[in-house]
């Protein structure tokens, strides 16, 4: 699958659905057991893996590439390093603070976390980052998947996250790394 997409061109994960750009994921023909609940954006950053992957994992440096403007500060510190590590962020809005337990990590390739409400356990969704060579650049590919989750609290703002967002956030981060 790697280089056979054009830049920014929104791909589908083997054996995974994903919603076209600016398409919403639910209509009022969908079901929530029918409902594309995982969504995923791609492109290729002309930057090595190492300094892409540092802006990610870095949890301080994540409002400034957040495509949902959704996260609004990280105490410094926080750099993630493996599976198992939990790093709080502050969140905008009503400025709530989410523990995420990263459930995936290899330096430098793959990251992905699970967020919860502070001192509670995950809710059931995931952000996923997965970095690849392409040519020169590296192909950065980000994942939100909400399979998991039923709290009934959570899952309008679930729908609202889409392919665009995400590739919002791959968007900054290439000016951060390629500016």
Do not use: C
């Amino acid at each position: 699958m790697a280089g056979a997409h054009a830049p920014g061109r929104i791909v589908a994960g083997a054996g995974r659905i994903v919603a076209a750009p600016g398409r919403p994921w639910f209509d009022d023909g969908m079901s929530e057991t029918t409902e594309t609940r995982v969504v995923q954006a791609s492109r290729v950053i002309q930057a090595p893996a190492e300094a892409i992957f540092e802006q990610i994992a870095d949890p301080a440096r994540q409002p400034a590439w957040d495509g949902n403007d959704n996260l609004a500060e990280a105490a410094p510190g926080q750099r993630v390093r493996a599976v198992g590590d939990v790093f709080s962020m502050t969140l905008t809005g009503d400025g709530a603070v989410r523990e995420n337990h990263v459930v995936e990590f290899e330096e430098g390739r793959r990251i992905a976390w699970k967020p919860a409400t502070a001192g509670q356990a995950p809710a059931g969704h995931l952000w996923r980052w997965e970095l690849e060579p392409a040519g020169s650049g590296t192909r950065v590919t980000h994942t939100y998947d909400w399979s998991e989750l039923h709290d009934e609290h959570r899952l309008a703002r679930a729908r609202r996250t889409t392919s665009d967002n995400l590739l919002a956030s791959i968007e900054r981060l290439q000016a951060l790394v390629e500016g």
